[in-house]
């Protein structure tokens, strides 16, 4: 079932409901490679938009909003659990100052896609509560009362526990190209997704250069 056709300058693109997304150009059908091929053969996409940086939304019958970038890459997957009202999107429109407008199944919502801040909502309790965060090698690490987690900043996927770390972590310090994490069970130096306990005496709630 075809959702929508968009005409472009590389052809026309046509959004199907379950089969993901297909161009048409000079009489030839082809499929369109995303990065999320397998979430829509999973989900029903209801509706799409294009946005005016050629962004394209696609809205889902109970999986939320997806927004792929010019080559189709998934740039947010937004649902419930991000903030949505609802997982069923039913029409979609960006308005004059780039914020992107969700018609749910229960209510309506805005994004603006244009914030340099970005929201992770925890509506899982997953997390916990957060008592300090921090980049570092082109992950963010998040420390809370439930341990230490992290996620890569080009990535969409969910925060990962740091192995090792479940527990209250109460702080994160860069020294010397080493990230070092203030943790109820004492200090550790983080390595990329691992953790190498240093000091187990004592919890550590704070670090100071000397």
Same mark, same amino acid.
């Given at each position: 079932?075809?959702?929508?056709?968009?005409?472009?300058?590389?052809?026309?693109?046509?959004?199907?409901?379950?089969? &993901?997304?297909?161009?048409?150009?000079?009489?030839?059908?082809?499929?369109?490679?995303?990065?999320? %091929?397998? /979430?829509?053969?999973?989900?029903?996409? !209801? *509706?799409? $938009? #294009?946005?005016?940086?050629?962004?394209?939304?696609? +809205?889902? @019958?109970?999986? &939320?909003?997806?927004?792929? %970038?010019?080559?189709?890459?998934?740039?947010?997957? @937004?649902?419930?659990?991000? &903030?949505?009202?609802?997982?069923?999107?039913?029409?979609?429109? /960006?308005d004059f100052d780039k914020n992107l407008w =969700? &018609?749910?199944?229960?209510?309506?919502? *805005?994004?603006?896609?244009?914030?340099? =801040?970005?929201?992770?909502?925890?509506?899982?309790?997953?997390?916990?509560? =957060? #008592?300090?965060?921090?980049?570092? $090698?082109? =992950?963010? !690490?998040?420390?809370?009362?439930? +341990?230490?987690?992290?996620?890569?900043? /080009?990535?969409?996927?969910?925060?990962?526990? @740091?192995?090792?770390?479940?527990? $209250?972590?109460?702080?994160?310090?860069?020294? %010397?190209?080493?990230?070092? *994490?203030?943790?109820?069970?004492?200090?550790?130096?983080?390595?990329?997704?691992?953790?190498?306990?240093?000091?187990? $005496? !004592?919890?550590?709630w704070k670090f100071e250069s000397v």
């Amino acid at each position: 079932k075809i959702i929508n056709l968009n005409e472009t300058n590389d052809g026309l693109i046509l959004i199907t409901q379950k089969n &993901g997304i297909f161009k048409y150009k000079n009489s030839v059908l082809s499929k369109l490679n995303t990065s999320i %091929d397998k /979430e829509l053969l999973n989900s029903s996409v !209801y *509706c799409s $938009q #294009y946005l005016s940086d050629g962004s394209l939304v696609l +809205g889902t @019958v109970s999986n &939320g909003i997806f927004v792929l %970038d010019n080559s189709k890459k998934l740039l947010y997957h @937004v649902t419930q659990t991000d &903030g949505l009202n609802n997982n069923t999107a039913l029409s979609l429109f /960006e308005d004059f100052d780039k914020n992107l407008w =969700i &018609g749910l199944d229960n209510g309506i919502n *805005c994004i603006n896609l244009q914030s340099p =801040i970005k929201s992770f909502s925890d509506n899982s309790g997953i997390l916990g509560t =957060i #008592y300090t965060s921090v980049t570092f $090698q082109n =992950i963010l !690490y998040i420390g809370t009362n439930q +341990g230490l987690f992290y996620k890569n900043m /080009e990535s969409a996927s969910d925060f990962q526990l @740091v192995k090792g770390t479940k527990g $209250q972590v109460w702080s994160l310090f860069i020294h %010397d190209d080493f990230l070092f *994490c203030g943790h109820d069970s004492g200090t550790f130096i983080i390595n990329n997704t691992s953790a190498n306990l240093i000091y187990n $005496q !004592y919890g550590t709630w704070k670090f100071e250069s000397v």
